[in-house]
């Protein structure tokens, strides 16, 4: 039987520069890319600005982990949640109006002689299992 090596830390994200994720480097990146064109775009009181609100918003994404999920993951998850109804009601007087022609009637049990298989049946069932279904039977 061949052994394979299980990853232990899979929920950690590699780093790239120094202690900066991945993750936290495409953000701050972005966010200097945005900080560069409002400089060119804007006059410096507005430049600094949007320059500050746009680093306090890269800075949070990126660095902010909240009950250890990250940022983001916690907006999307409260998004999420706003856009969900907050109570749930369950109305079965529309399921069966809805449904009762497609339901066929029930039929009570009776149980008749039980079954009984004869050994060279059983033999077969066992060798079908197991082969794990690579013996078909007949």
Same mark, same amino acid.
């Given at each position: 039987? *061949? *052994?394979?090596?299980?990853?232990?830390?899979?929920?950690?994200?590699?780093?790239?520069?120094?202690?900066?994720?991945?993750?936290?480097?495409?953000?701050?990146? @972005?966010?200097?890319?945005?900080?560069?064109?409002?400089?060119?775009?804007?006059?410096?009181?507005?430049?600094?600005?949007?320059?500050?609100?746009?680093?306090?918003?890269?800075?949070?994404?990126?660095?902010?982990?909240?009950?250890?999920?990250?940022?983001?993951?916690?907006?999307?998850?409260?998004?999420?949640?706003?856009?969900?109804?907050?109570?749930?009601?369950?109305?079965?007087?529309?399921?069966?109006?809805? *449904? @009762?022609?497609?339901?066929?009637?029930?039929?009570?049990?009776?149980?008749?002689?039980?079954?009984?298989? *004869?050994?060279?049946?059983?033999?077969?069932? @066992?060798?079908?299992?197991?082969?794990?279904?690579?013996?078909?039977?007949?």
């Amino acid at each position: 039987m *061949q *052994q394979f090596t299980v990853p232990q830390f899979i929920d950690v994200e590699n780093q790239i520069i120094g202690p900066i994720t991945t993750r936290q480097f495409m953000i701050l990146l @972005a966010a200097a890319i945005t900080i560069g064109i409002s400089y060119k775009l804007f006059d410096f009181s507005l430049f600094v600005t949007v320059g500050v609100i746009t680093l306090i918003v890269a800075a949070t994404f990126a660095f902010v982990k909240i009950n250890g999920r990250p940022f983001h993951l916690f907006v999307l998850n409260t998004i999420q949640t706003w856009r969900r109804p907050g109570l749930r009601v369950w109305n079965n007087q529309g399921l069966i109006i809805e *449904q @009762a022609e497609k339901i066929a009637p029930v039929t009570a049990y009776q149980p008749g002689a039980p079954k009984v298989y *004869q050994k060279s049946r059983l033999a077969e069932l @066992a060798l079908i299992v197991d082969t794990k279904g690579r013996y078909k039977g007949e």
